[in-house]
């Protein structure tokens, strides 16, 4: 399992550099107004479900039938980016198109989430056969790691509202940018 969260942690760092770089910083993308809007509601939608894996994995077993619901998590994670590379290509024509460093950065992140996925997979196996809950888990973890996942929880729902928020287009959605 800590192997998953340390992949988890390495893909919320790359993750905020991806948004606050190249969606905040050089695309600008909350001042795009209707243009970006399904791009951001995409984005929000995978933030919120990142920041239930953040919040969530690092403190608690998702036990029995829980264990479904967690890889309907993943699943929906994994179909969002997919619709997202789709989405992206089409609104970002009018800014030039995706950043050459933004494709590469969301190519890293694929990777490393795989890999999450796969390290995830025997852990997810185990809880599969437990009772039921969502549980309080003893790993022994880092507290840096544990915290940091916390901290990155949320930040990426923080993200996601603003995001959803500008797409939205409501009063000073745009902010900082015009």
Request: aromatic fraction near 12%.
């Amino acid at each position: 399992m800590i192997v998953a969260l340390w992949l988890l942690a390495i893909q919320g760092v790359i993750g905020a550099f991806d948004t606050l770089y190249y969606h905040e910083w050089r695309a600008r993308l909350p001042a795009q107004g209707v243009r970006c809007a399904s791009e951001l509601k995409l984005h929000a939608a995978r933030d919120f479900f990142y920041a239930v894996l953040f919040g969530t994995l690092p403190w608690l077993a998702w036990q029995g039938h829980w264990v479904w619901v967690l890889v309907g998590v993943l699943i929906a994670e994994i179909v969002l980016t997919l619709t997202d590379f789709v989405v992206e290509a089409d609104v970002r024509k009018a800014l030039g198109d995706v950043y050459a460093g933004e494709r590469v950065t969301h190519a890293v992140m694929g990777i490393l989430y795989g890999a999450m996925i796969a390290s995830l997979i025997p852990v997810l196996i185990a809880w599969s056969r437990l009772p039921s809950g969502l549980v309080t888990t003893s790993l022994d973890l880092p507290e840096v790691l544990r915290w940091g996942l916390a901290i990155m929880a949320v930040g990426v729902f923080a993200s996601g509202l603003r995001d959803l928020y500008a797409a939205l287009e409501l009063p000073h959605g745009n902010w900082p940018w015009r």
